[in-house]
């Protein structure tokens, strides 16, 4: 974990089939120490009933062990007095150690209760747990019991493991980089998007995103489009039906088509110094026929000359084009 010392592993007894584990983390060799509970009776076990994805992300997220007020108090005085007396001792030692691998084991409940709040982010439910656990560590090494306000260490634990969750979530779940800036940005303008959108009970607009806000229009679709960057969409994900009775497929099968216009660049490019070389006439009337889109008549009609004079003009030019062209090949 960089710049942290490793913490020590503590030996555990195997553990029972029905043995409960309140906590599996897996950082720089923290592990949970298993709480025994009461198995229930054979005759009362039944089939267990499934359980929402939701839910279940909601069960892991959440403290799995409730304490009461008293010994949550007592907790928190002796992690004060824990750490009052680590502030003591030479850092590298196996005392300090050993007694910083006990405040972190004691106080894992912080990390897995600051996670509670993001329950509905199932996809990055152990990668918090890891977050959170790191910054709980950071808490424990930054803190001075000198410095410590009334509430002791858990005025300045709970503020260092929510920014450890926040830098996580702004440096590593964007799908393409956005400067903090933007994406603090994107983020003011989804509550204030939220709080409109419950006032006047629609989607507001970009004006009136941008009177809440005190900025102009231009700012608020820029971070509007700063938000894009968030999640991208797989090509292989089906595509919305646009039409009743429309066949459904990827993204991917319905992103463009081979241009048939590609064939023709060679082509062109071949014919741009050809056509530059035949006389001024020629290049007039190959322009009136084929960008202007006039006929023979109407051509000669402009020039003063008779159809079957332009189309002579016309069969010249594409055999001295055609020449030209079978030449470079």
Known sequence: MGPFPPVAWRRTPPIHPRTKVWVGLDVEGIRARPRPGPAAPAHTQGPRRPTHPRSEARSTMTAPHTKSPDALARLRAKTDADLTRLATLEPGTHAHAALRNEIVEDNLNLAIGACTRYAHRADLREDLRQVAAIGLIKAVDGYRPERSTDAGFLSYAIPTITGELKRYFRDHTWAVHVNRGEQE????????????????????????????????????????AAGAALRTDSLDAPAPE???????GSRLDRRGAPDPGLDLVVDRES?????????????????????D???????????????????????????????????TT
Request: aromatic fraction near 4%; glycine fraction near 8%.
């Open 271 to 291: 014919l741009r110094p050809l056509i530059a070389g035949l006389g001024e006439r020629d290049q007039r009337v190959l322009k009136l026929r084929f960008w």
């Open 293 to 327: 889109d006039l006929t023979q008549s109407e051509i000669g009609d402009v020039l003063g000359l008779s159809q079957m004079h332009v189309s002579r003009l016309l069969t010249r030019a594409f055999t001295t084009l055609r020449a030209g062209m079978l030449a």
């Open 185 to 224: 940005h994107y983020l003011r303008l989804v509550r204030a998007r939220d709080d409109l959108g419950t006032t006047l009970g629609r989607q507001p607009t970009d004006a009136e995103l941008a009177r809440r806000l005190d900025t102009d229009e231009d700012t608020v679709r820029t971070g509007l």
């Open 242 to 248: 646009t039409e009743r009775g429309a066949e459904r």
